[in-house]
């Protein structure tokens, strides 16, 4: 596993096992936070028209 993946995403702080990927509860739950405000997306792939 590579040292970046081995820190929480939200403050870099190493990863506890019972909140993994993150380092605490607080963080884990501004990660959720975040989702529902709709501050990270998921990118669309273009729709094929199957004119093509």
């Known amino acids: 596993m590579s040292k970046r993946s081995e820190r929480c995403p939200i403050c870099g702080k190493a990863i506890v096992a019972a909140h993994a990927p993150f380092c605490s509860a607080a963080c884990r739950d501004r ?22």
């Open 31 to 52: 990660d959720l936070i975040r989702w529902l405000d709709e501050d990270y997306r998921v990118p669309l792939k273009p729709e094929d028209d199957g004119d093509g």
